[in-house]
């Protein structure tokens, strides 16, 4: 018996909808992580096979393979680093008492403008006693750089869109909590029919939960119906048009 990471993606339609658009567990031959160039060709074939015709902007958390195997099969994509797990790496070797420090510094960095003044906020953390004395945080955002800046170019309506794949890691701690309490599985295909009754199971049980606040308080809550499956997209026609007027002729 060993462990086998789960891999979903989600993916916003032009609707505005958000929808978990498949599960994957590796296979022995693909590694102990499954982050193989063959099993993320296999994920990308799968999602072409399901019906994705194209993809505007891809955000992933930097796993390895993945960018040249979405790049090939969908050559106009673009592949956007999350900025939360951007964030987390380079806080990594910063010692507790100076992280609140440098994530303000690394604020101004992700917050800028556009890419130019993102560029100067680097260079500026760089040259702070901080910046010398982590030089790891520094070279996590050099590393990164041409991964990050995508999303600069928009606005904070698409750029909240963008920034990071916390939505998935949400629902991936539900079902962590699901696949904990079930221990083993005989099988990948067990663990993928799991997976997806306990996504069908916590969407219900949230629409559930949000009808009935609506019931007792009268009037729609901010209390969330869904945490993907269904869920709209807040100020999806303001940001449509602006990735419309980014990818011309992409969106019917």
Not at 73 to 98: D, E, M
Not at 106 to 124: F, G, N, V
Not at 140 to 166: C, G, Q, S
Not at 193 to 220: C, H, M, S, Y
């Amino acid at each position: 018996m060993h462990n086998k990471p789960a891999y979903l993606a989600v993916g916003i339609d032009t609707d505005g909808d958000k929808h978990v658009l498949g599960i994957w567990v590796p296979k022995a031959a693909d590694g102990p992580t499954g982050e193989s160039a063959a099993f993320w060709r296999g994920v990308v074939a799968d999602l072409r096979n399901r019906g994705v015709t194209d993809i505007l902007i891809a955000c992933c958390d930097g796993l390895a393979g993945f960018e040249d195997a979405i790049t090939t099969a969908f050559p106009r994509t673009t592949v956007q680093s999350c900025v939360v797990h951007l964030i987390r790496n380079s806080l990594r070797p910063v010692p507790r008492k100076h992280r609140a420090a440098v994530a303000a510094e690394l604020r101004k960095i992700y917050t800028a403008p556009d890419a130019d003044a993102a560029l100067d906020a680097l260079a500026a953390f760089a040259g702070t006693d901080l910046g010398r004395r982590y030089p790891q945080a520094v070279r996590a955002w050099e590393a990164a750089w041409e991964r990050f800046i995508p999303f600069l170019a928009f606005t904070p309506a698409v750029r909240k869109l963008l920034y990071t794949t916390n939505s998935i890691e949400s629902l991936n701690y539900q079902l962590r909590k699901v696949t904990k309490a079930r221990g083993h599985f005989p099988t990948d295909d067990a663990v993928v029919k799991l997976l997806w009754l306990a996504i069908v199971n916590i969407e219900d049980k949230r629409a559930r939960q949000r009808a009935a606040r609506t019931r007792q308080d009268g009037a729609r809550t901010g209390y969330p119906g869904r945490l993907i499956e269904g869920t709209k997209t807040y100020g999806w026609a303001e940001a449509l048009n602006e990735l419309a007027a980014a990818y011309p002729g992409r969106i019917q």
